[in-house]
Nanobody, 123 residues
Framework: QVQLVESGGGLVQAGGSLRLSCAAS????????MGWFRQVPGKVRECVAA????????WYADSVKGRFTISRDNGKNTVYLQMNSLKPEDTAVYYC????????????????WGQGTQVTVSS
């Protein structure tokens, strides 16, 4: 069982930056692939970034490539999403997710989800 708690959301102007954090419970965090998803009302939740358990594989949605960076600190049981050059269309609820398989995270079918944190980018 993995429990995930996101933090770091908020209101930022277009062009600004935010860093989201996701703290995970459980001693097996380092064996899980992690991902960040986002969802706006009326749309499907989409994966924006994922990282393998060993940190040697990452994946990004085209819409965030070059602007967002996912990273993890297995010693702190935490995964991060650094978001730069934010745009109004990045406004969404952002969710952290975990699964033992990297491909399953990217496919949008992870076993574990956080409760979400709101990111609002004003123009």
């Amino acid at each position: 069982q993995v429990q995930l708690v996101e933090s770091g959301g908020g209101l930022v102007q277009a062009g600004g930056s935010l860093r989201l954090s996701c703290a995970a419970s459980g001693r097996t965090f380092s064996s899980y692939a992690m991902g960040w998803f986002r969802q706006v009302p009326g749309k499907v939740r989409e994966c924006v970034a994922a990282i393998s358990w060993s940190d040697d594989s990452t994946w990004y949605a085209d819409s965030v490539k070059g602007r967002f960076t996912i990273s993890r600190d297995n010693g702190k049981n935490t995964v991060y999403l650094q978001m730069n050059s934010l745009k109004p269309e990045d406004t969404a609820v952002y969710y952290c997710a975990a699964d033992r398989a990297f491909g399953t995270v990217v496919a949008g079918l992870p076993d574990y989800w956080g409760q979400g944190t709101q990111v609002t980018v004003s123009s």
